[in-house]
C-alpha cells in the first residue's frame, strides 16, 4: 500500500499541540508533515488518511486539499469550485455542507460566501446529472470546508466526518469541558507512561483518565464511530480493513481518580464504562486536600474548576494555597500538572511551576503547569 499515489491533507488541532499532532502523525505514515497555527500539513497515502483518523488521539479532523486557487471576489470563488469536477468526489446522493472560514479575506461576508460555494458545488452536479445533492446542516455525509486567505483559497473535503474528539462512546451526553483530543494531549505532554501511578485527583467526568487507560490499553480512540471518508468515492474499503486489523499491544497501568462530588463520580463510572476501560481506573470518593498519595511517585493530572465551573474568583483564591499546601505535604515525588485557565496560579499555589505549556481550550487560553514536587522544597512567586 505504501506504492499508492500521495494526496496533501492538512489536520487540525487544539492551538497548541501542533507539535505533538506532528510527531503522531509522522508515526502514523504520513510524510512531510509541516506545523502551521492550528494544525499540520502533510502528505500521505489514503492508508495513512485512514490510520490518522482510527489512531490520531491529538487530532480534531483530517482534512482532505483538493484545490487552491486566487481570488477577489464571490464571483471568484464561485467560478473556481464550479470547475471542480464534483460528481468525481461523491454521489449526488450524498448531503452536502459547506463550512468557509476565512482570515484577512477580502469578502464582506462569509455567509454569502458559504452560499456561493454551495451554489457553485450544487450546479456543478446539475449540469453533469440533471440534479443536485441535498443541504444537512447537522449530520452532512460530505463536508466542504474553504479557507480564504487575502488573495487565496484553499478548498477541501472532510475526511473526518464528525470531529475526532466525538469518540463514539459518549452517547447521549452534554459535550464535556476538556474535550477528548486535548485530554489526550495534555496527558502526552506529561510525558506519562503506563508503567507509572496516575492520579486525576479532581476527576469529575473522567475524560483525563478515559485517554490514559485507552492509550495503555491500545484502543483506537476511533474504534466505535464512523468518518467521512467512508462517503466518499476515493473510499477503499479493502484498505480500511486492513488500517481497521491493526493492533498495539496492551499494557498494564495503574490509573486512579476521585472527586468530592457523588454525582460526578458517577458520571465517570458511566464514561469509563462506556469507553470500555473501567477495570483499569479505581475511583474514590476524596478530597484532594485531604486525600493520600496512591503511591510513592507518580503522575498527578487534573483540570480543576475554574470561572462559572468553581465559583467566584475569591473562591479559587482561597483554595489554590490550600492546594498548594496538600502537594506539598503528600505528594513529594510526584509530578504535578496542573491544566487551567486561571493564569493566577502560580502566585496563589506558591509554588514555582518547572514548566508552562500555552494551550487554548476552544477559544479560551488556558496554561498546563508542571509541579515536580521534592521534599522541603522551599515555595516562591512565578509568574504565569
Known sequence: MSSSPS???FATAPRGLEPLLAQELTALGAREAQVVPGGVAFMGTWEACYSVNLWSRVASRVLWKIADFSYGSEDDVYDAVKRIDWPRYFRVERTLRVNVTAQKSPLRSLEFATLRVKDAVCDRFRDALG????VER?????RVHVFLETERATLYLDTSGEPLFKRGWRAGQGEAPLRENLAAGIIMLTGWRPGEPLLDPMCGGATLLVEAAAMARGRPPGAKRGFGFEKLTAFDAKTWEAVKAQRVEPQECQLYGSDTD???????RRNLAAAGVERWVRLEQADILERAAPAAAGVMVM?????????NPEDLARFYPKL??????????WRCYIFTADLRLPKLIRLAPSARTPLW????????????????????HSRP
Do not use: H, I
Open 7 to 9: 494526496s496533501a491533507f
Open 131 to 134: 440534479k443536485r445533492p441535498d
Open 138 to 142: 447537522a449530520s452532512p455525509d460530505v
Open 262 to 268: 457523588l454525582e460526578a463520580l458517577k458520571a465517570a
Open 303 to 311: 483540570n480543576p474548576p475554574y470561572g462559572e465551573r468553581m465559583g
Open 324 to 333: 498548594g499546601d496538600a502537594l506539598k505535604q503528600r505528594y513529594a515525588g
Open 361 to 380: 481550550n476552544g477559544g479560551l487560553e488556558c496554561r498546563l503547569y508542571e509541579l515536580r514536587m521534592v521534599a522541603g522544597r522551599p515555595t516562591r
